[in-house]
């Protein structure tokens, strides 16, 4: 967890990712960032999110993102 | 059938009447019926077109459901005798099998709209965009609305392999689902989450959706005759004479007020008769003149359409494998930084391109759609410079003018991108440009110059009452709708009717303070 939050402190300072549950309906991570974070996650965590799992509730937080890595890497 | 007709209403009127009196059970069916009648209007070339994207998309996503249905029990009764990694290698073998099947259906979708587009897209570049969808010229009425049910089948063949949509088994609800009328003209591109399930549904007769439906659809046409239609004549006579100048400028201002009445008015029309026979279309717009940004702009303009290239291109290519190899790759050569953005940036501009060919096969939308994404890529990398300036300079940033000049900034660039529909000539189109910066004729638009562009002074107050009619609307619609807002004062609301309905009877472009003559819509520019 403490990785993905460095991930997205990269990504975008100034943000509170412990509590923020509205990084989509926000505004705050747009389709730009999305894919980015994919790569980053991908390199750090070795786990493939596929487009279909790129709905708002898996990205809306950094809880949720987590997981999502979760199951993914369970599948 | 065109939107902007009585014929149009008199058709609604006749609908719902009989949607409303037949039994709940069979309202699905009347509402089928309702849109091959309406289709019927627009020939039966069209009609072979769009029965095709329906037993495509109907066959391709009866095929997955099987596969699905197959492996889902193929899985459960393997539980115990296959490991993890079995059960993992077989279902990618499986998915791989669904992938080729949906990907059949949508080659084969896609060949018939590349196939209409092209016979009829150069002659008729601007045919699923805005002004060219709310009124048919003669070729673009034997494909109307191609663009928008074949991707609406296509997102709702791709929804299935993804298993985020349900398997429709009724070939009839499934056509209903791809040609429901009011979406068939200009959209919006649904998806089966939006509107599956109320298609599907009965519907009671409500008071409040029929009204606020109602005022919708009169709000639509107050945008669409009394705005746009009626500054038409000015755009077409300054890209007909190819006025440079202080005239360019006036054309990139023209046409965007024109487009925005045009276009949101005419999904006024369609998501105000969808709601008076109680189906909720997804919006199209949320204000995208207010937008402080390009990527800001395209989440509030035609955002079905933003949406469905986002879901279905953008993500898909920059999550391939050759994408990410492009990325490893990028990172060795050229650069941590560089590689990450490869594949954003690679998919960002394939997607824009992509974006630009799908509103027609010309070289004006294939520079439309390239600058849009080059301008949103340059926002992207210069965004860490505005965070720069927002954390040093908090208290103006935040300020109502620096917050409006962001807004009108964003609002002059998409101006001048969008100005390439209007010349359908890219070369004239950068000539006129950089006309603005030698030939200064500002005088002449204070010297009678703006009276001589087909449009009287009369009608040049009435748009401008129109346009400031339209951004009170806007500003009064933030938080609900504004029709919401007056349902509940039923006196102040029935009295806005009437007056919307006069306005749009007495200044409506076929109204009485208006020449018919003078307009050239279908002419020089449609």
């Not at chain 2, 037993?55 to 193929?74: D, E, M, N, P």
């Not at chain 2, 009328?181 to 399930?197: H, K, N, V």
């Not at chain 2, 004549?233 to 006036?250: A, D, H, M, Q, R």
């Not at chain 2, 035609?302 to 994408?323: D, E, Q, R, V």
Request: proline fraction near 3%; include cysteine.
């Amino acid at each position: 967890m403490e990785k993905l939050i460095e991930i997205l402190e990269n990504l975008h300072e100034g943000i509170d990712y412990e509590t923020c549950d509205t990084l989509i309906d926000d505004g705050i991570l747009d389709s730009l960032d999305i894919v980015t974070l994919i790569t980053d996650i991908n390199d750090a965590f070795d786990v493939a999110i596929p487009p279909e799992e790129i709905l708002p509730e898996n990205f809306n937080s950094a809880k949720a993102l987590w997981e999502l890595i979760e199951r993914l890497d369970n599948i | 059938m065109n939107f902007a007709s009585f014929g149009f209403l008199a058709f609604l009127a006749i609908l719902t009447l009989v949607y409303f009196l037949v039994p709940k059970k069979v309202q699905w069916i009347v509402l089928l019926v309702g849109s091959v009648v309406f289709y019927a209007f627009a020939g039966f070339v069209g009609f072979f077109f769009l029965l095709f994207a329906i037993v495509i998309s109907f066959v391709t996503v009866q095929i997955l459901g099987k596969r699905q249905a197959a492996l889902k029990k193929y899985l459960e009764d393997t539980k115990e005798t296959l490991t993890k990694d079995e059960r993992k290698a077989y279902r990618a073998k499986h998915k791989n099998g669904s992938l080729l099947v949906v990907c059949i259906g949508i080659l084969l979708l896609t060949a018939s709209l590349v196939y209409v587009k092209y016979l009829s897209g150069f002659i008729n570049s601007s045919l699923s965009f805005g002004s060219g969808a709310i009124s048919f010229g003669s070729l673009a009425i034997e494909v109307m609305g191609i663009s928008y049910y074949t991707f609406i089948s296509i997102g709702y063949m791709i929804d299935v392999y993804r298993e985020k949509a349900a398997v429709e088994r009724n070939f009839f609800r499934h056509a209903l689902f791809v040609s429901f009328f009011p979406q068939l003209a200009m959209g919006p591109i649904s998806r089966y989450a939006d509107t599956g399930e109320q298609l599907k549904a009965t519907h009671s007769f409500d008071a409040k959706e029929s009204w606020c439906g109602l005022l919708r659809i009169l709000w639509g046409f107050f945008k669409k005759l009394v705005v746009a239609d009626a500054i038409a004549p000015t755009i077409g006579y300054i890209v007909s004479e190819k006025l440079g100048g202080i005239y360019f400028i006036l054309l990139c201002l023209f046409y965007s007020i024109r487009i925005y009445g045009d276009f949101t008015g005419g999904i006024d029309i369609v998501l105000g008769s969808a709601q008076i026979l109680g189906i909720k279309l997804p919006e199209n717009f949320n204000r995208p003149f207010s937008s402080k940004s390009t990527a800001e702009y395209w989440n509030r303009w035609h955002m079905t359409m933003g949406n469905w290239f986002t879901n279905y291109i953008f993500y898909p290519l920059s999550l391939t494998k050759s994408m990410q190899k492009l990325s490893k790759w990028g990172r060795a050569k050229l650069g941590v930084g560089i590689g990450k953005r490869l594949p954003v940036y690679t998919a960002t501009i394939i997607t824009w391109l992509a974006t630009g060919l799908w509103h027609g096969f010309a070289w004006n939308f294939v520079v439309w759609g390239l600058l849009n994404g080059v301008v949103i890529l340059i926002s992207q990398e210069l965004n860490p410079l505005y965070e720069k300036f927002r954390a040093r300079f908090p208290k103006l940033w935040h300020s109502a003018p620096y917050q409006s000049f962001m807004a009108v900034r964003t609002f002059l660039l998409m101006s001048l991108i969008r100005v390439f529909d209007c010349y359908c000539d890219v070369p004239l189109t950068f000539d006129r440009f950089f006309s603005t910066f030698y030939t200064f004729n500002i005088g002449e638009i204070f010297n009678g110059g703006l009276l001589e562009l087909n449009v009287s002074l009369t009608q040049y107050i009435v748009i401008a009452v129109g346009i400031v009619v339209m951004m009170i609307v806007s500003r009064l619609s933030i938080k609900k709708p504004l029709r919401e807002t007056l349902w509940e004062k039923p006196v102040l609301g029935n009295a806005i009717m009437a007056l919307l309905c006069i306005a749009i009877l007495v200044f409506g472009s076929y109204g009485l303070g208006f020449d018919a003559s003078a307009f050239i819509y279908g002419g020089t520019f449609n």
